[in-house]
């Protein structure tokens, strides 16, 4: 039995402690926000917040992260109304939006750490990856939040 | 390939839903090209509901995978419906002949997404539509009220009457309208009067793709549903020698070691239990079509096949004699292959993220022996495709699954199964010798190309007599085709199939993704031996074609060209077109300037790419100019960093950490114009994805005199 705080809410499940936190997440709190893209921590696809710190879900196992508070994208905000979000919405973002829940926990993270990235700064803490190609919207989004994060504090 | 004559009528077919409300379906009458036997299944067709709460369903025929298709669409049907965009939710339509794109014609007539044409195949049909379905709103209001239509006008999903202000809502309209004769020839709005087409209204997606609700295939979950993951042969075509079954069920969660065509599945109750299942089955693999084979093995057969074809002789002054090389590349999509099916002793339903609906009821009829009326598709969200995700295997492995453990599964690959297991873009070798006149001009124009048939994959037949016509649009060739846009003198150009027994596919843009390179470096080293311009040398060939010309002189434009540069600075052009068989008017234009940095030490930047693209009325110009921004980034990604590479008869690359694609820190600065127009809608989803190859590689030589002609530039040295 492992006891993970997810979005606040606790949970006990019964996984192995050497469960990755991804498939817990995915397969077991039906929590799907949360993407695979490729288990070897390259792509960040499945990136959640353990505390403040950035995650990929697939390299960390439950046993890890019990009792820690864990925010995957279902979590940021009720309403979708986290800045970030509103910035993702402003700047239109996504194309397919597979990455984008881990595109948008790493860029929530980065603010955390650095409230007015340079563009510098986006380029060594985003380096989630967009088939895509949504990177330059991405830099314009995060440019945006810190923006509106600065607003509102 | 494709059909653009749009003289079909459309007819509109109407039923109320149990309860009230509307639904709208149209057929195409004289001819009746999309009859079948069972004639109520018509009534299925349906593209428009409205429900007595006003809430308005559109039922779109097209996937969904990011090229924002679904908003272009409902856009347009929701102009001339005059719906309040705001009250309308879309969803994707099922299996039915009435969703099949008109501008697919045989053999291509399937029901599917690809080809860029999702927007300009359904210009016509959803108009008529949403025009039709409004004018029945129309007359009901009229009829209800006892005034001429004329009178009345339908706008933002209200009906109003002029004279005495009265107003009812669509789905105050809807069972009134319901039973009233639909018209045959429903009046269009003029582009004057669009309020919605031609502004950059958000995407309708974008919502639930920033809070991790988008459903998409891998997000499936129904009730009792099993996980399952899967082992292919390495080897092309292998077959399963042994595995260890014992070992694989003694893993805590394992139900089930299912055979699969090539390879093994492994169920269990999480996707994290049939992983470590396939990890203790340790499955064998022996045989299979590409055993022995290695890149090298496949260059020489390339150059052999080159040879064979025999070099021409070229008597004239200045002669260009190159080789050009490109690699296997992967679609890479972010979210892996995967299905969900449930077959029953007498029902099948699949939830697929899937390009070609048409292929995945093939699938489910072939695996069950069902008839289509007891197998539903659903098309789920796809998280990236560009071609991929097209093919029936995975389908079939979670029906053959399903069928055997006689419940729902979800068939998930793992990202090295998917990497390893591609469609691949064709390897292509090709050969270039070009005799210049005085004048600097082509006056023999040789050209080679060995590549795999592409075409082969869908048409057997063109494998047989070794005719690949996928080798020859967006080339400058002499085969009975429509022409380049380029007009040159003295072309001679052959090709020659060459079978490798690797998988290949259609990757964005097939096969501007291998002609343009070639033709548009041909164009710049012809502009160099000729001592002459490039901007200015590739005008001269553009005589006959306005529109290119017109964008080519304006991304120029836009990027500075001719302005001065610091040292290890320069820049380079490449334009293309798409489809580029299709008449002039139905093509998408596109051009794109890259400015690339090489610094002392030979580390290329690509700095900053302009772009203009001529895609007629934009009907949403945002995801135009998303659609662009990606395409570079992805065309630039495979130019720089991506191939896919073979030894012992199977792919090297596994992952991300060893197939590279493009990051954050790579992304040059990117400037997109789109070319005022009314012309009808062209596509847009692949044609970006070429012109910045040869544009980059171009700018490189401009920059350093180092000429690139095999890709990915890697680790090649520019200085």
């Known amino acids: ?153 | 390939m494709k059909n653009t004559n749009m003289n079909r009528r459309t007819f509109l077919k109407v039923t109320t839903v149990a309860g009230g409300g509307l639904l709208v379906g149209c057929s195409f009458s004289s001819p009746k090209l999309l009859s079948t036997p069972n004639d109520v299944k018509e009534d299925l067709g349906m593209w428009v509901r409205i429900g007595k709460d006003d809430k308005i369903t559109l039922i779109l025929p097209t996937s969904e995978m990011g090229q924002q298709a679904h908003t272009g669409q409902a856009m347009i049907l929701a102009e001339e419906l005059e719906a309040d965009w705001n009250s309308i939710r879309v969803v994707t339509a099922p299996v039915n002949p009435e969703y099949l794109n008109p501008m697919k014609v045989p053999p291509f007539d399937i029901q599917s997404t690809g080809g860029s044409d999702s927007i300009s195949g359904f210009w016509d049909k959803l108009r008529q539509v949403g025009a039709g379905t409004r004018q029945m709103l129309t007359a009901a209001a009229a009829q209800e009220w006892g005034v001429p239509a004329s009178e009345c006008k339908a706008e933002s999903g209200r009906v109003r009457h002029s004279g005495s202000g009265r107003s009812l809502s669509y789905g105050q309209l809807a069972s009134a309208a319901a039973r009233l004769s639909p018209p045959d020839d429903p009046v269009l709005k003029s582009p004057q009067q669009f309020r919605l087409i031609g502004k950059s209204i958000p995407k309708l997606h974008t919502p639930a793709r920033i809070n991790g609700t988008a459903q998409y295939g891998i997000d499936v979950r129904r009730p009792g549903m099993l996980f399952a993951t899967v082992s292919q042969s390495p080897v092309f075509g292998g077959k399963v020698k042994s595995y260890d079954e014992t070992a694989a069920k003694a893993v805590r969660g394992v139900e089930a070691v299912v055979p699969i065509p090539n390879g093994v599945a492994v169920v269990a109750d999480s996707t994290w239990h049939a992983k470590q299942g396939l990890e203790a089955l340790k499955p064998q693999f022996e045989g299979g079509e590409s055993v022995g084979l290695d890149s090298t093995k496949v260059t020489a057969r390339l150059r052999a096949a080159l040879d064979e074809m025999g070099k021409a002789e070229v008597t004239a002054e200045k002669v260009l004699d190159v080789e050009y090389e490109m690699p296997y590349l992967h679609h890479a999509a972010m979210e892996p292959m995967n299905c969900t099916a449930y077959v029953t002793t007498d029902s099948c339903e699949v939830w697929v993220p899937h390009q070609v609906q048409g292929f995945c009821m093939d699938a489910a009829k072939e695996v069950t022996g069902f008839s289509e009326e007891q197998i539903r598709i659903h098309t789920m969200m796809i998280g990236g495709s560009f071609g991929r995700k097209q093919t029936k295997e995975y389908v079939e492995q979670a029906l053959i699954i399903s069928k055997f453990i006689q419940k729902p599964v979800q068939v998930i690959w793992s990202r090295e199964e998917d990497t390893q297991h591609g469609t691949y873009r064709p390897v292509s070798m090709s050969r270039f010798q070009v005799g210049l006149g005085g004048d600097g001009l082509p006056v023999q124009w040789e050209r080679q190309v060995a590549q795999p048939s592409f075409a082969a994959e869908f048409i057997p037949l063109l494998g047989w007599i070794g005719f690949d016509p996928m080798t020859i649009p967006a080339s400058v060739h002499d085969y009975v085709f429509p022409d380049h846009f380029y007009k040159v003198e003295g072309v001679n150009m052959t090709h020659s199939p060459v079978e490798l027994g690797v998988p290949v596919g259609a990757w964005r843009a097939p096969p501007n993704s291998i002609n343009v390179f070639y033709t548009e470096s041909v164009m710049d080293e012809l502009a160099k031996l000729a001592g002459q311009e490039p901007l200015e040398y590739r005008l001269k060939f553009l005589g006959e074609s306005p529109r290119h010309k017109a964008v080519l002189e304006q991304a120029a434009r836009q990027a500075g060209w001719g302005n001065p540069l610091p040292e290890g600075r320069g820049r380079g052009i490449g334009i293309n077109d798409w489809f580029p068989l299709d008449v002039d008017e139905a093509k998408t234009v596109v051009a794109q300037v890259a400015e690339v940095s090489v610094s002392k030490r030979g580390k290329l930047k690509v700095e900053r790419v302009d772009c203009v693209v001529d895609c007629g009325l934009a009907v949403n110009p945002d995801s135009v100019r998303a659609q662009m921004e990606g395409s570079i980034i992805m065309g630039m990604s495979a130019t720089m960093f991506e191939q896919v590479t073979l030894e012992d008869g199977r792919v090297v690359q596994s992952n991300f950490d060893d197939y590279r694609i493009a990051r954050m820190r790579d992304i040059p600065e990117i400037n997109v114009s789109i070319v005022k127009s009314d012309s009808a809608p062209t596509g847009t989803g692949e044609p970006g994805t070429s012109p910045i190859v040869p544009a980059i590689t171009n700018a490189i030589f401009a920059a350093t005199g180092k000429r690139i002609r095999r890709l990915p530039i890697g680790r090649q040295k520019l200085v």
């Open chain 1, 1 to 153: 039995m492992t006891t993970l705080k997810i979005n606040g809410k606790q949970y006990t499940l019964n996984l192995e402690p050497d469960t990755p936190l991804l498939w817990a997440l995915r397969d077991t709190v039906n929590l799907t926000g949360t993407k695979y893209g490729c288990g070897i921590q390259q792509c960040g696809a499945c990136t959640v917040l353990i505390g403040k710190r950035p995650v990929r879900s697939c390299g960390i196992t439950v046993g890890e992260v019990a009792g820690k508070d864990i925010t995957t994208i279902e979590g940021l905000s009720p309403e979708s109304r986290h800045p970030v979000q509103k910035a993702w919405i402003a700047e239109q973002v996504p194309q397919c939006g597979y990455c984008q829940s881990g595109q948008i926990m790493a860029a929530v993270s980065l603010l955390e750490r650095k409230p007015n990235p340079t563009d510098k700064e986006i380029d060594r803490g985003m380096l989630n990856l967009c088939r895509c190609g949504t990177y330059t919207r991405v830099r314009k989004a995060i440019h945006r939040a810190a923006e509106m994060m600065k607003e509102v504090s």
